[in-house]
């Protein structure tokens, strides 16, 4: 026990005042290695077109696409995850299940222009339907419409198998289906893909800071709202835990929990619940967009921020973290 009275023998500033002892007895730290960034492709040539509601982040066509991608594996990040943005969409969302798809073409030319490079494919719905939601739809016996899970299970399988035989590397699920991860995992080793892992976005809440990621990927749902599938940000926090739980029974290989900052609890709690499994958090778009915003006006250091928060995400158990500032970072560390 500290001794009250004699406590100024106690001197934490001793270990602050030399920048280099600083450095020394850091702990945490991020490194290019472990961070993710997000792409968003689209047809066409030679378009690289801005989010407005996300500066520096680009709707891209496959040939801007390649170059990006040469230039990220020469700066040491850890993947990239692609968003495909279909020319045409419809009700069940084909493009994500055709080989000659925008999603199958991306990965395709990923794989190709930057071999060493990570390639992980967000496998959902809402990018590729014309009604915006994660599934297809059924009307339930009370007269709403809503996702049909199992329906849903077939499509994704589908998608899974486009992507795997196009040369991704990792799977990411991100439609909050029940059974998944099961279903993926079944559709992937019966065509003798047991290798490739899956990345589940176990807890996933249905969150206001995905916003400006449907301007980007013009995926906002045409009527009604995600809480039928995506999570109650204000219902139990243990039942994070049980859906960890069941993605990884059912053979899921890394955990996501998304959004990020106003989650940090729960992303604690999942790693020390599972202290073994690869914990991936995803610092989404609104927390991007809040950040730049304020940057942009000069209110805020954005570099500073940046890292502030990331290490937060560390500190709170995320071994890899998913962000719109992973190209912006990795550029910064190597100067
Ligand atoms: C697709 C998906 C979404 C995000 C990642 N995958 C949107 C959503 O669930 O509505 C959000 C990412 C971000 O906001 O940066 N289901």
């Given amino acids: 026990m500290i001794e009250f009275e004699n406590l100024?023998?106690?001197?934490?500033?001793?270990?602050r005042h030399n920048p280099?002892?600083?450095?020394?007895?850091t702990e945490y730290r991020v490194t290019p290695e472990r961070l993710i960034y997000p792409l968003f492709v689209c047809e066409g040539t030679g378009v690289k077109t801005e989010i407005p509601s996300m500066p520096d982040v680009f709707q891209m066509s496959l040939d801007v696409l390649a170059e990006e991608v040469k230039e990220l594996e020469t700066l040491g990040i850890g993947g990239v995850l692609l968003f495909g943005i279909p020319e045409h969409k419809d009700?069940?969302?084909?493009?994500?299940?055709?080989?000659d798809g925008i999603i199958a073409r991306a990965v395709r030319t990923v794989k190709k222009a930057a071999?060493?490079?990570?390639?992980?494919?967000?496998?959902?719905?809402c990018e590729y339907t014309s009604h915006g939601h994660c599934g297809a739809l059924k009307k339930l016996?009370?007269?709403?419409?809503?996702?049909?899970?199992?329906?849903?299970?077939?499509?994704?399988?589908?998608?899974?198998?486009?992507?795997?035989?196009?040369?991704?590397?990792?799977?990411?699920?991100?439609?909050?289906?029940?059974?998944?991860?099961?279903?993926?995992?079944?559709?992937?080793?019966?065509?003798?893909?047991?290798?490739?892992?899956?990345?589940?976005?176990?807890v996933k809440y249905a969150s206001a800071f995905y916003g400006p990621f449907r301007d980007a990927a013009d995926s906002a749902p045409q009527f009604g709202d995600r809480r039928?599938?995506?999570?109650?940000?204000?219902?139990?926090?243990?039942?994070?835990?049980?859906?960890?739980?069941?993605?990884l029974a059912e053979g899921a290989d890394l955990i996501m929990v998304k959004p990020a900052l106003a989650y940090l609890d729960v992303v604690r709690m999942v790693h020390e619940n599972f202290p073994e499994v690869p914990l991936a958090t995803y610092n989404v778009s609104g927390e991007y967009s809040m950040v730049k915003a304020a940057a942009l006006n000069g209110?805020?250091?954005?570099?500073?921020i940046v890292d502030e928060s990331l290490i937060a995400m560390t500190r709170a158990g995320?071994?890899?973290?998913?962000?719109y500032w992973a190209k912006k970072v990795a550029q910064r560390m190597k100067k």
């Fill in 318 to 323: 995320a071994g890899i973290i998913i962000t």
């Fill in 228 to 247: 039928s599938y995506q999570m109650d940000f204000a219902a139990v926090a243990e039942s994070a835990l049980r859906e960890v739980e069941l993605d």
């Fill in 141 to 202: 016996p009370s007269g709403l419409m809503d996702v049909d899970n199992d329906a849903t299970l077939e499509m994704l399988q589908r998608q899974t198998l486009v992507q795997a035989e196009a040369g991704v590397d990792m799977v990411a699920p991100s439609g909050m289906m029940d059974g998944m991860i099961g279903a993926m995992r079944d559709a992937l080793d019966s065509k003798g893909f047991t290798e490739l892992p899956i990345m589940s976005y176990a």
């Fill in 8 to 15: 100024m023998p106690i001197r934490p500033r001793r270990l």
């Fill in 20 to 25: 280099a002892v600083r450095r020394l007895v």
């Fill in 91 to 99: 009700e069940c969302g084909s493009d994500a299940m055709s080989e």
């Fill in 115 to 125: 071999p060493a490079l990570l390639c992980i494919t967000d496998v959902c719905f």
């Fill in 299 to 304: 209110w805020i250091d954005e570099n500073r």
